[in-house]
């Protein structure tokens, strides 16, 4: 059989309620969000062929495929690096149909990372995210000084940047109010009805002294998130408007790894999300200004910084500023985590952010960008990255 | 043997370390080995001379397989710090400095700053190497203020 390029989109978008006790298995988690996917997409889930996750997701493809009576499975793949993984899933759903191995990809996250572990607390024992295939290689050496959480490593590998420039903790406040702002309306999103100010921000305990309160930091969540991706051409006849993955890409550069990241030459730029920019802009022929919005994994404040400015929407060491005066909210210039991100939707791993960017291109979003068509909307997951685009 | 009632009465025991011991794998066993001899060591290519952490099997720049553990000077710079307030870290009664140090050698390693107050932390502040106990008998290289 002869294979030929093909453009891929995004079909179908699913989740699970995002809770703190979701009373059911992760693999359950997973079926429901994966059937949201089919059905929004139109697709029966029998016809699903090709399946990918993250390497530390705890369901088996067969499992899954077994509850979603998957008749004959192409493809599969987990992408290492934990949340580093999100944008990634897109970039090889893209592959996979690009390259005709498969029709109908799905892409699920699926977890009850508060009910049944916490990625927060101390690890319990668990020896599971110090092994191969997470890109946390080097945790085992944070670990005996007492950075035994992401927090600890994610403001370690902030407080470099956050001196050089003088970023303040309450500069980071300004991302906290403006995702839990779009949390606030936002029905899915534990916060909902609750917004914050820059004041609660500053009140909010230290969990890393001085840099991160709690309020800078993800939530603890149970849910799943499933994407359904497929070729452009089969996405049109299907019941969504398509979502085309114009580009997606994913860098890592040499000596950089996923959060204990303190090895590279300059601690004060993201390197990986630098390298994600550059391809992608190339790949897509686009510039920072063509984005409607953004999609930027925000485990912690810092990192959307490190972000804006390694994607280009400012200078480095500017990333304070732009969102002081209001870069990230709806009327800006680049409105940002409209879901309320990672810290006021919910942590699906980034999951839950990169399906906000499929719901404002289709123009559903609960804080719909309206000053401006939304034609292209950067995900970004650090490591890895993608433009959406209207079809 | 002596009993109870005819010793000494004896010095009270040294507070047993709580802090948890090293994560040891096979590539980096020397440096956890040599830690545990209060001895502060690195890996250079034995054949290009290049300095890598984390240790690592193959040198990046010749990929030669000869592997050198040499004694590094102990001394460096804080490079970026942080101190974990919640969770409290497991092992620590204080809340500990974790900092990046930027050793002379030109590599960077994850540790403490230690007998150093939490107001007095600069960036760039130059340290030198100690070390501190952990449970199961083991050493692990820490940092205090230059001149301290």
Known sequence: MARKFTEAAIAGIGQTEFSKASGRSELQLAAECALAACRDAGVNPHDIDGMITFTIDNSDEINLARCLGVKDLAYTTRIPGGGAAAAATIYQAMAAVNAGLCNNVLIWRAMNERSQYRFGQNPQGQQMQYQSGNGTGSLLWCVPYGAMTPASWGALQAARYMQKYGVTNRDLGYISVQQRAYAANNPAAWFYGKPITLEDHQSSKWIQEPWLRLLDCCQESDGGVAILVTSLDRARDLQQKPVHILGATQSIPYNVEVISNYYHDDLTVMPEAQGVAKRLWAMTGLAPSDMQMAAIYDAFTPHVLLQLEAFGFCKPGEGKDFVKSGGMALDGPLPTNTNGGLSGEAYIHGMNSMIEGVRQIRGTSHNQVTKKTVEHVLVSSGMAGAVLARA | ?148
Not at chain 2, 127 to 142: D, L, W, Y
């Open chain 2, 1 to 148: 043997m002596s009993t109870p009632t005819d010793s000494a009465p004896a010095a009270p025991a040294a507070p047993k370390p709580t802090r948890i011991p090293p994560i040891v794998t096979l590539d980096a066993k020397f440096f956890w080995d040599a830690a545990d001899q209060e001895q502060f060591v690195g890996q250079k290519c034995g054949d290009c001379g290049l300095f890598t952490f984390p240790p690592r099997p193959m040198c990046p720049q010749c990929f030669s397989l000869n592997r050198q553990i040499v004694p590094l000077s102990g001394r460096g710079t804080v490079h970026g710090w942080t101190i974990p307030r919640h969770p409290a870290p497991f092992g620590f009664k204080e809340a500990p400095i974790v900092a990046v140090i930027q050793l002379e050698e030109g590599i960077r390693f994850v540790s403490n700053v230690v007998d150093c107050a939490h107001d007095e932390i600069r960036p760039d502040m130059p340290v030198v190497v100690t070390f501190e106990a952990t449970m199961n008998n083991h050493k692990v290289p820490v940092f205090k203020p230059a001149g301290k």
